[in-house]
T-cell receptor, first 113, second 114 residues
Framework: ETGVTQSPTHLIKTRGQQVTLRCSSQSGHNTVSWYQQALGQGPQFIFQ???????GRGNFPPRFSGLQFPNYSSELNVNALELDDSALYLC????????????FGPGTRLTVL | KQEVTQIPAALSVPEGENLVLNCSFTDSAIYNLQWFRQDPGKGLTSLLLIQSSQREQTSGRLNASLDKSSGRSTLYIAASQPGDSATYLC?????????????FGKGTLLTVNP
């Protein structure tokens, strides 16, 4: 167990809808990163938050947005869902901005119909 | 462009065999390299983190090496067991300004047959 939790476990949405995924980091971890893992692929970096500010973004459109809260929880929001957004969404927390180990949650499986 | 490649994509071995999983990366500006295990439909479990100043790390039956000059890392699994069956992912830490992101390979699906 990594101490990182995510909710919900599974989610089914239809195209065009909006979704919010949640992550609870390990206590004291100021950095959270979000990744998208399509079936049969490795995870792709979406963005990173550090002390409640976005601190870097991968090649994802603006309809992917996030928030990080002082209580070590965070959210990933996706607007105007597309079929290709169907994937496993993983959050990972780490202590600070560094190359120390990132601890991953179990993921949220999003299916867009 | 930062790319991580894993070979083979799938591997099936009999129980007890020693095996090597390969990972190559294109950008030598990699900081650290981390190996993960992923069970079907699950999240990632960190196995080993190799700092850029190190050449290898060991944990139990696992040994990972890192050669930045050749752009390669290997994960060695000794005396494989059916419980080792999973997808193994390697990921390099790269700097994107002030953030450190992981760039992943597609993984190697390992099946250990009893």
């Amino acid at each position: 167990e990594t101490g990182v939790t995510q909710s919900p476990t599974h989610l089914i949405k239809t195209r065009g809808q909006q979704v919010t995924l949640r992550c609870s980091s390990q206590s004291g971890h100021n950095t959270v990163s979000w990744y998208q893992q399509a079936l049969g692929q490795g995870p792709q970096f979406i963005f990173q938050y550090y002390r409640e500010e976005e601190n870097g973004r991968g090649n994802f459109p603006p309809r992917f947005s996030g928030l990080q809260f002082p209580n070590y929880s965070s959210e990933l929001n996706v607007n105007a869902l597309e079929l290709d957004d169907s994937a496993l969404y993983l959050c990972a927390s780490s202590l600070e901005l560094s190359t120390d180990t990132q601890y991953f949650g179990p993921g949220t499986r999003l299916t867009v119909l | 462009k930062q790319e991580v490649t894993q070979i083979p994509a799938a591997l099936s071995v009999p129980e007890g065999e020693n095996l090597v999983l390969n990972c190559s990366f294109t950008d030598s500006a990699i900081y650290n390299l981390q190996w993960f295990r992923q069970d079907p439909g699950k999240g990632l479990t960190s196995l080993l983190l190799i700092q850029s100043s190190q050449r290898e790390q060991t944990s139990g039956r696992l040994n990972a090496s890192l050669d930045k000059s050749s752009g390669r890392s290997t994960l060695y699994i000794a005396a494989s067991q059916p419980g080792d069956s999973a997808t193994y992912l390697c990921a390099g830490y790269y700097s994107g300004g002030s953030n450190y992101k992981l760039t992943f390979g597609k993984g190697t699906l390992l099946t250990v047959n009893p």
